[in-house]
């Protein structure tokens, strides 16, 4: 099995659903972040079952500006929303905080589902 090759940039930068899946699966898994509310959230937890606890957090976009200071600017951070935009958002303002390696989940959690039948 090939593995994901992060790269740092200075940009968002577009994951699809089947590079998370590799990602997540390698010992330099990123952090991924949900976006969406929490029931949003809860209610498709389970097609995020791929990436281990630890590894996966829900900051609400609401929220999320007050929550940058508590990330690490050097860990690779993957977002994910609904249909992307959310996400796509989230990752520029943390391109903006100056953080090194980050991808928004293209399409969202719609790409996910769909991947998956």
């Known amino acids: 099995m090939s593995t994901f090759e992060w790269q740092e940039s200075d940009q968002v930068q577009l994951i699809s659903p089947e590079q998370l899946k590799q990602w997540a699966s390698q010992q330099d898994a990123p952090l991924v972040i949900d976006v969406r509310n929490e029931d949003e959230h809860k209610t498709d937890k389970q097609q995020l079952k791929f990436v ?14 007050s929550h940058i200071n508590q990330l690490d600017p050097d860990q690779p951070i ?19 905080a100056d953080f090194s390696c980050v991808y928004s989940l293209h399409g969202g959690m719609e790409a996910l589902k769909r991947s998956e039948e």
């Open 78 to 96: 993957v977002l994910v929303c609904q249909v992307g935009q959310k996400s796509f958002n989230a990752a520029s303002l943390l391109i903006q």
């Open 52 to 65: 281990i606890d630890e590894s996966l957090k829900n900051i609400p976009i609401t929220e999320f500006g």
